[in-house]
């Protein structure tokens, strides 16, 4: 049903994998409120490790993980999309989560 | 300490602490705190990074095809409906379609058809108990109450001869009908007996001056090895066998000590049994049969005269069961025992068998 927007999220995160960039504006969002160029270099090494991170996550668990944060999706409707039941996104997302935030530990 | 693995759970599969239970629950605990906290932490930096300029039409596409996908649904389900009903005969294939949707239909109740039928046949998922029910004979004579006091203190005399009824139920089962030789009390009538045993307690008496009648030492039953009257009197103990409550004593002669009277009401005899009107097994106890837990308990019970049961005790128990087994047996109601016609109360023990595997 949703094989387009699958493969897009897909398409999507192999550009970002090539490409692995991270902008300034995110970078100046994370920082502390005093954008200190110390605090800016540890937001943007904070960044550049998370999606590191996210890329090498499991296909399917990325992609539960991006229509959840990006598009705002139930689990109901995430499950519809990626055509699984609700349980696995569950799983999925809390995997995910799990896996990065073990891996970011001193980030977080 | 780590967190709490519920609340754990919640936290990264949501990634927020929304929901009441869990945002009391991290208000309250530590470490489920510090998760919350690290979690919401990750959650920002994923929003912000994914924030990051989307390939060009990205969202918007996944949002549109969402509404493409939600709005196709609703119309199939549209064009979905006449079909149901006969319509649209010349769609292509759609008696292929019915054909195959009857097969599989058909072949699920087949299927689950058999399955209950092999669950039937099989070993019961959960074991029933079985319920066994046995009444005293009918007919007999009941245990009669207790027996009577014995005789008051009083001057020794020279050839005592204690003389004691017993009618407990000590020695022939919790309940068996004893066989009681009546006591004629009647016949001990004051006109038939010497003056002076009217006035026992103010006059020394002679027992060789008393000749009474039906009475002698050989009575059946005669003097009780636990007795506490270990007095050199002689007592007689009277009681009634026919369904009065606790004995009457009725001491005659010097003696010293009394024996003592009183014992458990019984009801009396019966014709015909109670006839069980409505009564289910009890429900196997979960602790039993997680325990695997087998054996009996048997209850006595009364049969009262409206049908209700009544446990008047376990004569035998089994762990986890006894609760279960007296639950279901005060739910019984009976036709109750008949006497010359007239219910009766009626005694008997319920026999209730917990077995994991019953045997057939």
């Given at each position: 049903m949703f094989t387009i927007v699958v493969n897009t999220v897909r398409s999507y995160f192999r550009q970002r994998q090539r490409r692995g960039f991270v902008r300034d504006a995110q970078v100046e969002r994370l920082a502390?409120?005093?954008?200190s160029a110390e605090s800016q270099v540890e937001a943007q090494q904070t960044l550049e490790r998370l999606e590191r991170e996210i890329c090498e996550l499991p296909s399917t668990h990325r992609e539960a993980l991006l229509l959840a944060v990006v598009q705002n999706l139930s689990m109901h409707e995430i499950a519809e999309v990626l055509e699984v039941p609700v349980g696995t996104v569950k799983t999925w997302l809390r995997r995910a989560r799990a896996r990065l935030m073990k891996r970011l530990k001193e980030h977080l | 300490m780590s967190a709490c693995p519920e609340i754990r759970d919640h936290l990264l599969t949501?990634?927020?602490?929304?929901a009441v239970h869990v945002f009391q629950h991290v208000a309250n605990c530590e470490p489920c705190e510090g998760l919350a906290t690290r979690v919401l932490k990750l959650e920002a930096q994923l929003r912000s990074l994914v924030?990051?300029?989307?390939?060009?039409g990205w969202v918007e596409r996944l949002c549109a095809r969402r509404e493409l996908a939600n709005s196709s649904v609703a119309a199939e389900r549209k064009e979905e409906r006449p079909f149901g009903f006969g319509?649209?005969?010349?769609?292509?294939?759609l008696w292929s379609a019915r054909g195959v949707s009857l097969s599989v239909h058909a072949a699920c109740l087949l299927i689950g058809l058999a399955l209950s039928m092999q669950n039937d046949v099989g070993s019961p998922s959960v074991p029933s108990p079985s319920i066994r029910i046995r009444f005293y004979e009918p007919g007999a004579s009941g245990p009669g109450g207790g027996g009577g006091g014995g005789g008051t203190r009083g001057p020794s005399p020279a050839a005592p001869a204690p003389i004691e009824q017993e009618f407990s139920e000590a020695g022939s089962g919790p309940l068996a009908p004893r066989a009681v030789p009546?006591?004629?009390?009647?016949?001990?009538?004051?006109?038939?007996?010497?003056e002076e045993v009217t006035s026992l307690l103010d006059a020394p008496f002679s027992p060789d001056a008393i000749q009474l009648p039906g009475l002698s030492s050989d009575v059946p039953g005669g003097p009780r090895a636990d007795s506490q009257s270990a007095g050199t009197g002689s007592g007689i103990g009277g009681g009634d066998g026919r369904g009065v409550g606790t004995g009457e004593g009725r001491g005659v002669g010097p003696g010293r000590g009394g024996g003592f009277g009183g014992g458990d009401y019984r009801p009396g005899s019966w014709d015909i049994d109670p006839v069980l009107i409505h009564g289910l097994e009890p429900a196997y106890p979960v602790q039993a049969l997680e325990r695997r837990i087998e054996g009996e308990v048997l209850l006595q019970i009364r049969v009262r005269v409206d049908g209700a049961t009544e446990v008047?005790?376990?004569l035998k128990a089994l762990p986890y069961c006894v609760e279960a087994a007296t639950e279901a047996a005060t739910r019984y109601r009976w036709k109750p025992a008949l006497k010359a016609g007239k219910p009766v109360e009626a005694i008997g023990v319920l026999t209730v068998r917990f077995e994991l595997v019953p045997q057939r």
């Open positions: 502390s409120p005093d954008p | 949501f990634g927020n602490r929304d924030e990051l300029p989307v390939p060009d319509q649209n005969v010349e769609h292509p294939g009546a006591l004629e009390l009647d016949a001990l009538s004051t006109p038939e007996l010497p008047l005790r376990v």
